[in-house]
């Protein structure tokens, strides 16, 4: 399975752009990235995912280099409600249907 | 209707009871899983279940018993855990293919005394 490394900490402003980067350097051709969110104390929320393309939705967008090692989820004007640890996962492909998560970030809004 | 019902929403059991924890989703989902989350740790996947069947088993121990009657339920029966099982159980469905999102409930906080 290929694993994913991200900073422990970010802290952002209110208002501002949260730039959450992802290395998936093993990552294989099939797997997906994947970005979930936890607020604290709820359960994990999907954000987006993506191939090779980049992707974006009503949350957020997700850029993903050319040579698929690494990738950013953006969230383009982050809120305090947006305090959350952010898992960037790789999706294994195949029948197994893992969705293992990594230590993730903690992303701090700041007011 | 995006919404993964766990229940109940917080348990506290001895070591010698017999308890269930539940999961019940109506989006059709036929990938359900068990996730264990200790505090300011990532979920750690303990089941997956596809097409009703045992698919993935994390080498959890047998105190912990996966059941999945239907497409829409599933059930996690506990006994003789013990305190260091306290923790978060979440639930998650998907379908079961690769590229498709997963839905989680909000979990059952679980204490073990």
């Known amino acids: 399975d290929a694993k994913t490394t991200q900073p422990p900490s970010m802290d952002c402003a209110e208002g501002r752009a949260a730039n959450l980067p992802c290395n998936h350097s093993?990552?294989?051709?099939?797997?997906?990235v994947y970005w979930y969110r936890q607020i604290h104390s709820q359960g994990p929320q999907y954000i987006i995912h993506?191939?090779?393309n980049n992707e974006t939705n009503e949350m957020a967008s997700l850029i993903i280099t050319e040579d698929r090692k690494s990738s950013t989820l953006i969230l383009p004007h982050a809120t305090l409600r947006d305090t959350a640890v952010y898992y960037c996962?790789?999706?294994?492909?195949?029948?197994?249907?893992?969705?293992?998560f990594g230590t993730g970030t903690l992303l701090a809004v700041q007011p | 209707d995006t919404e993964v019902t766990q229940t109940p929403k917080h348990l506290v059991m001895g070591m010698t009871n017999k308890k269930s924890l539940k999961c019940e989703q109506h989006m059709g989902h036929r990938a359900m899983y068990w996730y264990k989350q200790k505090a300011k740790k990532p979920p750690e996947l303990m089941f997956v279940?596809?097409?009703?069947?045992?698919?993935i088993n994390e080498s959890v121990p047998s105190r912990f018993s996966p059941e999945c009657p239907n497409s829409s339920l599933l059930n996690l029966h506990l006994h003789a855990l013990q305190p260091e099982d306290s923790a978060l159980y979440l639930c998650?469905?998907?379908?079961?293919?690769?590229?498709?999102?997963?839905?989680f409930g909000q979990g059952t906080r679980l204490t073990v005394v």
């Open positions: 093993t990552i294989s051709g099939n797997e997906y």
């Open positions: 996962i790789v999706r294994p492909r195949g029948a197994t249907n893992k969705l293992i």
């Open positions: 998650a469905s998907s379908q079961p293919t690769t590229g498709t999102e997963a839905f």
């Open positions: 279940y596809s097409y009703e069947k045992l698919s």
């Open positions: 993506g191939l090779k």
